[in-house]
């Protein structure tokens, strides 16, 4: 009932599926770096300094090939790079191979079982220390949340709590984490402890990690500084929404190659992603009905020509299903078992509980797996739902994540976090904190020239007029775009 | 060179350009009451506690159909209100005179001088004290900020700083205020001191206004709290975004029936404003060029496909220009010289200073009225322009606003603003600020019902994932929707 | 119960509205000649050569401004000009008055009743022969066919068959025309006769005319060659569907002001005019519904992501209603009582009975009149609809029609249609043909340069390669575009 | 220089690359028959009757999991079929497989060498006559016509003409050909003589192999009837443009996952693939250029807000070129290599002429092969170019072709063709015909349940009205949809 686990291959130190794959891989990261130049920029304009000289940063974020140009941008200036996926499906095994290749450890391949994803990530937080023991990282680039969950929980286990680790799990995965602490706290006692005394700050890319990281914050269980790359303008605005408007369609098609015309869509979520995919499916034909909680958003969705209702009012009309929300049990089994037949069901939010996944794992629905990815559930009645990337991140499970370009924006917030988290190491707090809107704005210009964008310049009198500065930023901070 | 001044009829405390239009008017508020469902929950909810009743209440905000529906909502709760439009020429003359002959003070027509808009202003502010004298408004709403500037400039005078009046001035319109204060200065002293001292707050419309309040703020020259209202989400993201989708184009149809299709129109500025104007033009078949100053806006534009230049870049080839940027000189003399023959220039920004009117009255174009509102200039070179409402507020000079619909969210936040400077006015410092999120989402609720929108509601196990409460708010303040 | 009759004025060989006006409907013309370059340019080519010289031509087409460009073309060319407009509401009265005022016989005002409407279209068609008696035209441009209707009912009563003039009307407007073809069957014996001795063809501007044209000539009874203009591809792939993309939501909002963000719209219909009333109001963000008895539009109209479904399905969901069939009774009086309150009902098909208006005024409806062509009606269950232009074309009926620069492209086939019908009367028979596609695709060349467009050349070698001729045609004649 | 060749297996009378993946076929094509709505209602309405009872078809079309619907369709009406591909690059090895495993004789994969697939197109060709001889096809299913241009010449060969087979050879394709009719001359003496014999018509696909037919009946040497499938409405206005408006992103991001908005895109031809595939890449967010020779054509583009240009315009400022021209020589080397570094070239016509394919393998650039389909081309100034699918379909080449539904209505109309000639193969002439009208709605009809959309029904009344019968056809054939 679970990923389709693939042997790995490791000469050194990596786990990757194939390393032949290198040189494809390393064809494809030249192509990217052409799409990258957020990124390329911040390397010619860091690499004499190298801000980040001997810093170790371990990444959990996933394994593309745009990854892989963020992952030699933050070697270009000088860091210390362990990675790992940050989801079993997401992984390019050959951007992973190239990465491998180059002598950067990384740890990651499509397909791999729970066990293997959480024994990655610990690989990833493991810097050899020479005397046959590990360090931790110094910088931790997280998307989801899974390395600063991991290293806190550790410590909290350290620190004597040991009353989550004993507790029932909620879900397979909460055991695989809790069976990984244990083993670790055998093996390398007081490990997270000296992890937690070397670690500076994490920058963190979704929404999803954002909002543990609040919740850290508010609990004051947060360890570290933290950067919210996500709220950045340049992130949240581009690649939750633009890079899904390409990027949805794309998984969808490499699925199941389905029309997409006069098909009925439920968009379950209308925030930023929500946004994206509504948008890339009415530009495709098809009719797409938005679910909402929140008045705004679905006033906004209205204003848009969406029919707002709930999943419940859609069930035998619609064709297809993506979830967006952030929140669980979305699509709950009930749903599934009232759609109409051959409906397809996934969800392009961070965490696979959008969807109830192992409900219908467990329903009696017969299986039916047609490619990687891709599985067809019958239920008793005859009607058949197709669920993809096992209810994972469609968009990296059956196609290859967001553009580059859109993607350079992300990293290229990511990468200035961590030079910036490095350079203030001393004066960050153990807070949440968004990029200043100047970085955000530089990070927009960065990609201008490359799309043939050509600003106007304000002149001195204008700017007065504004009350702004003739270079910016532009815009109060509670401006939204 | 200015306006075209109509007389203006006057039977009783209200000036407006002919009474007997007020039955159409009632015919058509009552047609906007159907499609202001926020405002009309507003009167329902609070029509027995009359919030404001009694309370002085000068609005400066465009006489319009819609506005004769908040004007009867601050009414219905209590208030006592006088009225004038906020711009020379957005006042709808019968729906003027439905106010009018209900008994509410009003001083608006469509086409005021510069003088006559003043005088209507301080008519609008002056509450007769049965005495013969004058009360100021103990509450303001306003939009661009006019009555606020003018009790400021009264007050700063009365309190002996006589800088400013005796000042050279940069425009017509500035000296009008002058002259204008100098009058009161003699005929009603300490009049001003007076009106401040009643004078519990303002909820201000329109980004224009709230710049300047913030930079009143920040100059510690604030004199009473402020409500910013444009910043609420279900206020600028939806009248500045979806009011100029729809209302952009109206003005240049009832202009100039111009054929959208196949035009290169220029949008300057890529803000809500710019966002909405690109959207319509687009839609309608027109090629869209963009200009910005900011790299996030410009990124925006360029991601949803439109070319992004300068406003140089298009001379010769571009058949319309918008201006919605809020700063000033968009369009220069120069520019308008180097036009294509019979190019379209206006402007859908709060102030007219966008386009370089004044420079063109005076260029030695030979000016031609087509009717009112729409005048061609003729260059030396036989070349001409159109230039739509003076380079005034094109959707309001040249058609009728924004819809109802979507002036009800506004307008909601200007009564639940209203409402809560006068209950918690021992609270409020002299500060701008935003209203709470709870009531931005309680607008768009009110507005659901009537567009058929069915929203979803949270489990409480959902809620408690997520971190919010069941019935909401249910973003973090720094969202941007 | 009918349309509101307007006196009109006339001190010579016209019948206008106001004939004060010429000066303002004058600069719109010149406005216009800018937007429509296949008019100019035919103007230019054949001034010198004067093909129509002397020619008597009757023109029965909408009197605005664009026709006014047509008009003044057919006179540039040589022709002896009378003009009616073929719909009571859809003249502009400027437009009239600049016609007159230049002494081109035109007899149109907004606001005919039925019967000024049929004596205008008799005015239109009586050339004074110098002897107190009437000459007919020899070439007539049609709209929806009433010349010809008029002239080919009048032939037959003279050729003895009292049948029709005789029979019982289906709607007081057949009574009307009735009436008209005795009175002149009294005052002016054999003039019909006469007429049709001298007429040499007629060119037909639209699908409902055609389609009468069409009709005729399978019974053996058209009198005339006659040319479908309205399937030139430049006429019904650019008026019907670009035309009415622009010229529909001017109606709706010239008229309420409404709001088309979020709102549910029936367009019943999903031909041309029925593709361009869908895109524009998907534009402005309403949701679409498409209603359609052709599967073929039907499965288009479901690629595009309309919902499709039946008229009676809608009800009670929809809050805009607008037909664009051809066909009659697809909005019956049962449809309008079942409405949503405030539902708005239009049409942009050529006749009026699209919409079941003479039944809705039998019907005790309460009528309100909101303003002209603007009609509430409110029935017993308390629940109004609003009825606009009397059912007839709603975008000439509440705005002016389709915009300048496709008109152009109509107007041009027309042009050429009438030259061609005059150059080769000798050889036409009394059948409908279609202009050659090279004419077709000249008018399309006309346009280019006016909005920048470049065409490509093709190489004599590619040309041999497709087996075309360099110069075009370059489609077979069943190519659809 | 070439395609990749690749080994193929056969056991029996086929050849695939793998019959090990007929499983996996088999699932995709029970998905698809899902989605194929038109096929499946005519295998349950005409599988009893039979109607091609051991009639011998040849097909040579995309052999694709579509295809594999269309070829058991005809074998559940039936039919005894062979069947090849009709593009080197477009087969799916697992529909190609499951068709081989199901008995059904099949000779396609992807990546053919030229001389392999007229290879296969021979061996689709040739029914075994039972005596180790081979017969030829009755009945044809051609998509651009090479099996159509085989029979042809081989006949004209046999028919003493060898003008052709010695002449010389404009491409290396040319030559393969005539080998091949040398090679069957020695071998099989006679045998083009008794395949045409046997013939009875064929039905063509695709606008490129129609136009092939038209100019043969024009030279008067088409040797049997023919039905243009491609010009039924619900082929060339649903494959070819919504089709298009699917797989070409889809193509693109198979193959190169670039980012498509804010890119400059260059759309050759604007046809009904010019058509979809510019809404595509508009909707993407690219910024899109179109070229065109036909002045209709062009303004078409111009309305829908497409600058119109000329390919030389746009070197150095578009990022991707995309040929839909049907036509020679549209993108020449002298574009390739004046193009931005890193430009996207493909092509998305029938043939791979649009581009000079052979020209730029012979220019002396450097070829990359990044993966299958995908080679970069570096000139010596050092710029870049990607061309996919080497000038082939790139929707074909570089992913899977339009999705099922659309392809659903074309080989609708290729079945009912396919019937239809064979029924009434002794009254067609050897001339092109087009499907009746009738049967083009009938087509459309059965695809109208599958989408949930609800006809409305004319009554008599309405019927009589528009002079049509109640149950269709309701347009004239000149009607352009």
Redesign the interface.
């Known amino acids: 009932m679970n990923a389709q686990a693939k042997t790995f291959s490791q000469d050194g130190d990596y786990k990757v599926a194939d390393i032949s794959l290198a040189d494809?891989g390393r064809?494809?990261i030249d192509?990217a770096e052409?799409?990258m130049p957020g990124l390329m920029s911040i390397r010619r304009k860091y690499q004499a300094e190298a801000p980040l000289k001997g810093v170790r940063v371990t990444g959990s974020l996933h394994m593309t090939?745009q990854t892989a140009v963020l992952i030699e941008t933050l070697k270009d200036i000088g860091a210390d790079v362990r990675w790992a996926s940050c989801n079993i499906f997401s992984t390019q095994d050959h951007a992973a191979a190239a990465i491998a290749a180059s002598g950067t450890p990384v740890f990651a391949w499509k397909g791999e079982s729970l066990e293997e994803y959480w024994d990655c990530t610990l690989d990833a937080l493991s810097f050899p220390d020479g005397k046959g023991g590990f360090l931790g990282p110094q910088l931790v680039v997280d998307d989801g949340g899974d390395v600063t969950l991991l290293i806190h929980k550790g410590y909290e286990l350290e620190k004597g709590d040991e009353s989550w680790v004993n507790s029932a799990s909620g879900s397979h995965e909460e055991q695989v984490i809790k069976n990984l602490l244990k083993r670790v706290a055998k093996e390398r006692p007081g490990y997270w402890t000296q992890v937690v005394a070397d670690w500076k700050g994490v920058s963190e890319e979704t929404t999803t990690g954002v909002?543990r990281l609040?919740?850290l914050a508010e609990q004051g269980k947060l360890l570290i500084p933290a950067i919210n790359v996500n709220?950045s303008?340049?992130k949240?605005?581009?690649d939750n929404l633009?890079g899904c408007?390409?990027s949805l369609?794309?998984g969808l098609?490499?699925a199941?190659?389905?029309?997409?015309?006069?098909?009925?869509a439920v968009v379950c979520g209308y925030g930023?992603v929500g946004k994206g995919s509504a948008a890339?499916l009415?530009?495709?034909?098809?009719?797409?009905i938005v679910?909402?909680?929140?008045?705004?958003?679905?006033?906004?969705?209205?204003?848009?020509?969406?029919?707002?209702?709930?999943?419940e009012?859609t069930l035998g009309?619609a064709d297809i299903y993506v979830t967006t929300t952030?929140?669980?049990?979305i699509i709950t089994l009930d749903h599934m078992k009232a759609m109409k037949?051959?409906a397809i069901v996934c969800n392009i939010g961070h965490f696979d509980n959008e969807i109830q996944v192992d409900a219908l794992y467990q329903s009696g629905a017969v299986r039916?797996n047609?490619?990687p990815q891709v599985d067809?559930f019958t239920f008793g009645n005859g009607n058949a739902i197709f669920l993809l990337a096992e209810g994972r991140l469609v968009n990296l499970g059956c196609?290859?994540g967001?553009?580059?370009?859109?993607m350079s924006?992300s990293f290229s917030n990511q990468t200035l976090a961590q030079i910036d988290l490095w350079a203030n190491k001393d004066s960050y707090e153990s807070k949440v904190y968004?990029l200043p809107k100047q970085l955000?704005?530089?990070v927009?210009?960065l990609?201008?020239e490359k799309?043939?964008?050509?600003?106007?310049?304000?002149?001195k009198?204008?700017a007065d007029?504004?009350?702004v500065a003739v270079e910016?930023p532009?815009?109060?901070?509670?401006y939204?775009?």
Chains 1, 2, 3, 4 share one sequence.
């Open positions: 494809w064809k494809e192509i052409h799409e090939i909002h609040y919740q709220d303008v340049t949240s605005k581009f633009y408007r390409e369609a794309d098609k490499r199941l190659d389905v029309m997409l015309a006069g098909k009925v930023d890339s009415r530009a495709y034909g098809a009719r797409v679910t909402e909680i929140d008045p705004i958003c679905a006033l906004q969705a209205a204003m848009e020509g969406y029919e707002v209702k709930t999943v009012d009309e952030g929140n669980k049990d037949d051959q039916t047609i490619k067809k196609a290859t967001h553009p580059s370009f859109v924006n968004i955000d704005e530089e927009a210009r990609h201008l799309i043939g964008v050509k600003l106007t310049k304000l002149s009198d204008q007029y504004l009350g910016g532009y815009k109060p901070d509670h939204r775009y």
